[in-house]
DNA sequence: GTTTGTCGGATACAAAGCGTTACAATCGGA
DNA sequence: TCCGATTGTAACGCTTTGTATCCGACAAAC
């Protein structure tokens, strides 16, 4: 992520002290900020905003956060940086082993924080995100009779191959991702070319166009990924 | 939901003077409370009314909330937030289980509450309502020899399929789930098209009738969806 | 029974959304 | 650096949706 948006940052964290400060902290370091304080609610948070990096400290009420981070996992590809109390040094090889992809010891120190949030978002730039082969994510998902690989960036219409771009791929795969749910530009465009929609550009509509015709969906009568007028597209779940 | 009507919350709460002290302080943050403190009629009024929310206690005379929300979740989409006295700690688990969103224990405070229903507010939309996959709500809708599947948005009737645009299945989904039941102009434009009746407008008559004609069904002698003269339409099961 | 006002169906038209095609810009590998 | 593949921009036209209008049906009042 870059200067094309401001990177966006979910805290996950019940102290509202702390999550003032932290939250200040980073928004006055150009990031910008999303806060949740409710563990039981995180998980679809997370899902739900799909942020570039995700704070999340492990006490909570609700639900904790090595749960969060297990069942998340697997449909959440960004970084995940954890945050525990002092004298809880053996979470840190759990919640490595559960996917986060760092740890920081309470309490924070806003600097040191910024530091480690800075690394992760190199390490792991969108770009990389998408690429896939991210520890602990899926690597196969099946809609029907279609099959996406992210391992090796492959799609199987029942048994034949279909050929897709780099592009189509990447936006096949976050439809995969997101079944059942109604898409809109604002997102998709966000998650997928990591810009801010003008509410004019149309190049993902054209990417749509691309893929269904890949896919053998007409674009009049699509049966994968319709046409929702005035919000966005969907895909669903054929036969 | 949003800027373009208020929000609407139906409170089903038993004790008056809580109900009066919940229903003030939300009234006050600017959201439409209505009241129901019969547990028996509860699941009625939660279809009819179609709230944007709802609060519904747990303990209450003639039905209890949990029964009312595994009742009302197949047919209900938008959130629920349940609320139990102290030490029924049990509960929150069957309670996220049979459908509710979140969980709130007593005594209430209104600052809490007001945090949680903003956070639930935000994550279940009118947009992601049309999304389909809803964790509970059925896939399926059948009236007569006319099926709905809201999973890949496809019509039958009979044996054949019907194609219809977005707005045309929005409206016919939102019928088939109040079969039997007269729907007012105001609800329909609440609830299908996400903004207030102005008393005037007839845009909905005109999807009403453009809807008839994909069914085969006759606006001088409707059998599907019939006019209900000064209030509304009524869609019916089969001939 | 006639009149009059209201309601709802039907048609025509206009605006907006989206699919499609052609072409230009960009990317990535020889 | 060149060339083909990929991706985005622009333009066009169909489809969908809403607004305006007319007209017939129904209901209440006379």
Do not use: W
């Not at 609610?41 to 704070?55: Q, S, Y």
């Not at 090595?66 to 809880?88: D, H, K, N, Q």
């Not at 010891?105 to 910024?114: C, D, F, G, Y």
């Amino acid at each position: 992520m870059n200067n094309e948006t401001m990177c966006r940052i979910l805290l996950v964290e019940d102290d509202l002290k702390l999550a003032k400060v932290v939250g200040e902290y980073l928004t006055a370091n150009n990031f910008h900020v999303l806060h949740e304080p409710d563990g039981a609610r995180a998980g679809g948070r997370i899902l739900d905003e799909n942020p570039d990096l995700v704070i999340l400290d492990i006490m909570l009420p609700g639900k904790d956060g090595l749960t969060i981070c297990r069942e998340v996992r697997p449909r959440y590809a960004g970084p995940i940086l954890m945050l525990t109390a002092l004298g809880e040094e053996t979470d840190e090889v759990v919640g490595l082993e559960l996917g986060a992809d760092d740890y920081l010891a309470k309490p924070v120190r806003p600097r040191l924080l910024l530091t480690r949030i800075n690394a992760l978002l190199r390490r792991t730039s969108r770009l990389e995100r998408l690429g896939a082969v991210d520890e602990g994510m899926e690597p196969r998902v099946n809609i029907g009779s279609l099959e996406v690989d992210t391992a090796n960036r492959t799609v199987h219409l029942g048994d034949q191959v279909i050929e897709l771009t780099t592009a189509e791929f990447d936006l096949l795969l976050y439809f995969a991702r997101h079944v059942g749910k109604v898409l809109t530009r604002d997102q998709i465009y966000r998650d997928v070319r990591g810009i801010e929609y003008n509410g004019l550009d149309r190049s993902i509509d054209l990417r749509i166009a691309r893929l269904r015709r890949k896919l053998g969906d007409d674009g009049k009568q699509p049966q994968r990924i319709k046409s929702i007028r005035g919000a966005g597209y969907l895909m669903v779940e054929d036969q």
